[in-house]
């Protein structure tokens, strides 16, 4: 019995009509299928700042039709759904064939900017490309997806969205039991640099030319007119994504599933597995309990962004047409790393001119910070409290070191510096809490929403999200977000398992 039925005029859905520029391709990208209906779907919850991105009111995400649609138990109208199939390098190693084991594209719809928003359900069911998985994503994966998207687009980070998350009793087997959700990711596209991979080393250059041509009309038209457009693609690409790791660096982001099948031919943040955000400074964390050798460690990222933008470029390479050409587009990525980081970090300590000593002041920061593992998002946020002709209350700051004499040498050179520039407290105070988060999405903070939301309690899930989606202002009614970790999140581990 099929009980996908098409309901073109839900009320506040009406307007939202798919259309599927991704299945324009041949069909050799992709397979038709249906999500896989889930038991008695609940609305844990859905973002109204994603949800505007596409139209759709706050009201609309309440009702339903929309609970119905985003679980996937009906067929919103028009909609074309399908799989995409990629391949990839995974920790550095040729996995061969992928695709999307347990997401459903269901299509892409207009967006309030007047481009396109592809929707995708994540945990959908199995399709041909799950190998062996059962397509389903759990409560507790599905939870940190949906909460990270949107604190990293509050944050100003290139991102995937996250409209929803549809709960269910089902269960699926991981570690042990767990009740599944749906989460609807939205993007202008999922095409990552495995697409192209895919193609490559399966040496269907007719299919890998198609690929990047739907890429360059539908999202990089202006690299139409260049004279070799497909060198143009890589060189952007290779811009777009060290771009996006020094913003991840600046904010103590770490992704820990870097591999080629997750990494955004548009230079978003995408695939939320076991993410974290730097607390206790070490540059050498690993936050993939999975990551046994450390190949995505926080000072990894930069160079491992590097790797997977010449994977992509050893891709493209039949269609730019020559090694040099390929090097050429792929020679930009380091300066613009270094440029961009640069630029970030400046900002964080609220500098307004570029000396000379700056490095060394920069490096002499992060030792201290890494000999007294301290707080990162707290130390940036704290510094700017520091006035630049008093040290009276640098207290709060200065405790969080370990040796705090140490710090106090390096407050005196910080101090020096400001002075170089001439530098005003208040007005230099209002620049660094914009660029220094006070709210960041820490692991126990989303654990502690996990565990409500397991026994059915989702304000903890709903609570948390709206002070993510403020992470620069000073909420002081929500300051314990904002306080070291407790002694028991210490043993929090997150794996690639969801």
Partial sequence: MNNRLAFPTAPGLEHLRFANS?????????????????????LVAASEQAAQLIGLAPTACA?????QIFAGNRAAADSQTLAAVYSGHQFGVWAGQLGDGRAILLGDVAASDGGRMELQLKGSGATPYSRMGDGRAVLRSSIREYLCSEAMAALGIPT?????????DQLAMRERPETTAVVTRMAPSFVRFGSFEHWYYNNQPEALKALADHVIAGFYPELLAAENPYQALLTEVTRRTAHLIAQWQAVGFMHGVMNTDNMSILGITLDYGPFGFMEAYDPRHICNHSDQQGRYAYNQQPQIGHWNCFALGQALLPLIGSVEATEAALSSYQAEYGAKLDELLHAKLGLLSHQADDDKLLDAMFALMQGSHVDFTLFFRRLGNLRQ??????APLRDLFIDRAAFDAWALQYRARLKLENSQDQSRKLAMDASNPKYVLRNYLAQTAIEHAQNKDFSEVRKLQQILENPFDEQPQHAQYAELPPDWARGLEVSCSS
């Fill in 22 to 42: 991704f299945a324009d391709l041949p069909a050799a990208f992709y397979t038709r299928l249906t999500p896989t209906p889930i038991p008695a779907p609940y």
């Fill in 389 to 394: 002709e008093e040290s009276s209350g640098d």
């Fill in 160 to 168: 995937s969205r996250a409209l929803s998350v549809i709960g269910s």
């Fill in 63 to 67: 009702s339903d039709d929309f609970i």
